[in-house]
């Protein structure tokens, strides 16, 4: 038993360490959010209360950009819900890994699922063969959630003395970068991510930036069209 409990911290460990150099990008993402989300007159709890319900930073950000105009309801219900929609195919991709698991893992492992945990755990599961390796998830998982809390709060908190000539909208495009380039190993990866790059660039000035939803959706039809023989 005390082997086993030993082995479980050592890939919790790992799994935390691994995602640490992505946090690099994550840190000033986190802050972004909580800036403009002040700047159109959130309190500290909204802000913080937003980053424990909902912890999705691309969502977040959009949210607060369509709150910014006013947007209706309905559609910021419905822009975050088609900007996270990439989630399922990380849930179908991970689930073969995780069934066995009791139904409290799930739905732990499922609240952590984020582009950049799903990025480290997806590649920790491909390459070794371990009974704990959810534990190495949850690792990678709560190192991410615990950063973008607390870049959230200090993001609220020093927000306002941070000089508006210091641009942070560089943070997002480098985490996802940092994210994409490991990935993109095969036919399939490579012609996705060329054919969403592109539709970004030329829907770049579509209504309520639905020309990156359109992008991603048309690149990921692409890839899969080039995996028929």
């Known amino acids: 038993m005390a082997i086993n409990g030993s082995e479980k911290l050592n890939k919790f460990i790992i799994g935390f360490r691994d995602e640490m150099p992505i946090l690099i990008g994550v840190f000033p993402f986190g802050m972004l959010y909580a800036i403009l989300a002040r700047g159109i007159g959130l309190s500290s709890i ?3 209360a937003m980053s424990l319900f909902v912890f999705a930073g691309s ?6 950009q369509l709150a910014e ?3 209706p309801i309905l ?7 088609i900007i996270n929609l990439r989630h399922i195919l990380y849930s179908a991709s991970i689930s073969p890994y995780t069934k066995k698991l009791s139904s409290i893992w799930k739905y732990s492992l499922s609240y952590l699922l984020t582009d950049e945990a799903y990025a480290v755990a997806i590649s920790n599961y491909s390459k070794n ?3 704990y390796n959810h534990w190495y998830f949850l690792g990678a998982g709560i190192a991410l959630w615990s950063t973008w809390q607390l870049s959230t709060m200090i993001g ?5 003395r941070i000089p508006e000539n210091w641009s942070l909208n560089f943070t997002l495009p480098l ?3 940092a994210l994409l380039v490991p ?10 991510a060329l054919v969403s790059g592109f539709l970004a660039l030329v829907t770049i000035g579509a209504p309520y930036n639905l020309g990156l939803i359109v992008a991603s959706l048309i690149g990921i039809i692409a890839g899969l069209w080039s995996e028929k023989p």
Do not use: W, Y
């Open 46 to 48: 909204e802000v913080q």
């Open 59 to 64: 969502s977040q950000l959009m949210l607060i």
């Open 69 to 71: 105009l006013k947007s």
């Open 75 to 81: 559609m910021m219900i419905m822009t975050g819900f």
């Open 129 to 131: 063969k371990n009974d």
């Open 156 to 160: 609220f908190l020093v927000g306002s």
């Open 175 to 177: 985490t996802f970068i």
């Open 183 to 192: 990935m993109v190993k095969d036919r399939p990866g490579i012609i996705a």
